[in-house]
């Protein structure tokens, strides 16, 4: 089996920020041929960010290709629409009617090319909000997602940007699923996937909860617990360890590697659903007996009586995880703070998928690119003369990469 199962597949990408470059990442880390559509003259404005962005461009861009183009020029919508009736796919996650006003809109694109499969990764799905501003944090709050992970009272984003990621994920199944449909009609469409819908569909669990219940939803710090055991716990030295006992199979396990025979024959913590009614005095009477170890000697007692457990990480650690570093979970990429020439090799996350009983994990081929470093390539591939590449440049309609300077603010 291939770790590159989509190779051959043809992209071209319009998009910045997340969602649409992890779309563009998951189609090149399975083997597809990305273009990442970068304006000109200074590139997708993803390079410049600092703070919490500044890892955007880096995390979510390798395996692509860079052409960066001017499409507010004639010859530049001109241009891309030559390369059409050549590709397979178009994904973009620009504001509504972005495109439209460059001429690289599904009605301008999908005359070029009747199979044409044209994603579009928006804020909103067809309905009242469609044209409204959409971020991955304002869903988040709107949907009840950030409502259901801060404490009662204070509504608070998840740690990453996973509405970004979830909603590019289903885009790709989509395109995917367009693709399979294309094999029998011969016609392609467009699909789109949005950022509220898919953090609504992270609700489906507390609304349906709600429906099975008749009780209104909790935030996850002060939630109805389903299991007792599902905490995490201080432990001798200053360290903290999440324990979960999901079973009462686990439970008998886990009173025995303690020696917890008092609770072992306890009635009222006989199965879980009675220990749940005890979680008031049981979890700081556990706390209380997990306080006498050190992390590293509960972390074994856990693995030894094969219970749920985890050291509470924070992103740094992964850098120098063992199971990562063994598995090919971390792939070096290298990463400059504004797209520049000075930088490091860094492990990244992988794509965290296997192929085969190799248990192959799709690898990186090119790292993230500088801008426009591959115009003259692609569009060589794609037909055009070199004297014609050559006039697109002293027209400015192509960045020439060999003369960007990056500015920044954070400099």
């Known amino acids: ?62 395996n692509k290709r860079s052409l960066s183009i001017n499409l507010k020029m004639a010859e530049g919508q001109a241009t891309i629409h030559r390369l059409i009736p050549k590709v397979d796919v178009v994904l973009e996650n620009f504001g509504p009617g972005t495109m439209e006003r460059l001429g690289c809109g599904y ?95 992270l609700m489906s669990t507390h609304m349906a909860g709600m429906a099975a219940t008749g009780l209104e939803a909790r935030p996850m710090p002060a939630r109805r617990g389903a299991w007792a055991i599902y905490d995490v716990f201080n432990t001798k030295g200053g360290g903290q360890l999440f324990i979960g006992v999901t079973s009462d199979q686990q439970w ?34 556990l706390q209380e007996v997990l306080l006498q170890y050190s992390q590293k000697e509960l972390e074994s007692r856990c693995e030894h009586s094969n219970i749920s457990w985890a050291p509470v990480g924070q992103p740094k650690d992964l850098f120098e995880d063992p199971h990562l570093k063994a598995t090919d979970g971390l792939v070096d990429v290298f990463i400059s703070k504004f797209g520049e020439d000075i930088g490091k090799m860094t492990g990244l996350p992988a794509v965290p998928i296997e192929f085969g009983i190799e248990r192959k994990r799709p690898g990186i081929r090119l790292q993230p690119p500088k801008i426009g470093v591959h115009n003259q390539e692609v569009l060589l591939e794609y037909g055009f003369e070199k ?25």
């Open 252 to 285: 008998k396990r886990f009173v025995a590697e303690f020696g917890l025979e008092e609770l072992a024959s306890d009635p009222r913590l006989e199965t879980n659903v009675t220990r749940l009614g005890e979680r008031e005095w049981l979890l700081p009477a």
């Open 387 to 411: 004297d014609e590449i050559d006039s697109l440049y002293k027209a400015n309609v192509l960045t020439d990469y060999h003369k960007i300077k990056i500015n920044s603010d954070l400099d």
């Open 107 to 201: 009605k301008h694109l999908a005359p070029l090319n009747e199979r044409l499969v044209y994603l579009a990764l928006k804020g909103y799905l067809a309905g009242p909000y469609e044209n409204r501003p959409a971020l991955d944090e304002v869903v988040q709050f709107q949907s009840g997602l950030a409502w259901m992970t801060g404490p009662p009272g204070q509504p608070l984003r998840a740690g990453a940007s996973v509405v970004d990621i979830l909603g590019a994920m289903f885009g790709v199944i989509g395109v995917q699923a367009a693709l399979r449909e294309l094999d029998h009609t011969g016609a392609g469409q467009r699909i789109s996937s949005s950022l509220f819908e898919s953090a609504v569909f």
């Open 1 to 62: 089996m291939s770790a590159v199962p989509l190779k051959g597949l043809k992209i071209l990408e319009f998009s910045h920020t997340v969602m649409g470059p992890s779309a563009g990442l998951l189609f090149a880390e399975l083997g597809a041929d990305v273009i990442k559509i970068e304006p000109a003259p200074d590139g997708d404005k993803t390079r410049r960010l600092g703070g919490f962005g500044a890892g955007f461009f880096s995390g979510f861009n390798r």
